[in-house]
């Protein structure tokens, strides 16, 4: 999706207008392969998770309204717990504070 995203992203990902000429079918794709990307390897606090796609996770957690602590892109014991409530408010994912596929798609494609 280009340089702007990773920008956005270590930028604290804020609210400001949108882009000009942004290709939204690109950003889609991009967290469609993020998502498979966490279908083969979760995203967990005992695999030591970090970078980009953990922090990713934490901003949503805490745009849905749970405390992933500092969003920092380290999967710690505060994101897990935030994983197990996002989880647990959801009803049909399995409630263990892993990010998986299930979990991720939950948070950001739906």
């Given at each position: ?76 014991r505060?994101?897990a ?23 991720f798609g939950?948070l950001?494609?739906?």
């Amino acid at each position: 999706p280009g340089d702007w995203l990773g920008d956005w992203v270590d930028g604290g990902m804020g609210a400001t207008e949108p882009p000009q000429n942004v290709d939204w079918d690109a950003i889609i794709q991009y967290f469609r392969d993020v998502r498979a990307e966490v279908d083969e390897r979760p995203l967990s606090r005992w695999a030591r998770s970090r970078g980009l796609p953990v922090r990713l996770v934490q901003d949503r957690l805490r745009g849905r309204g749970f405390d992933p602590g500092p969003v920092d892109g380290l999967f710690g014991r505060k994101t897990a717990k935030a994983v197990k409530e996002f989880q647990g408010s959801q009803g049909f994912l399995k409630v263990n504070g892993v990010v998986n596929g299930d979990t991720f798609g939950a948070l950001f494609l739906q």
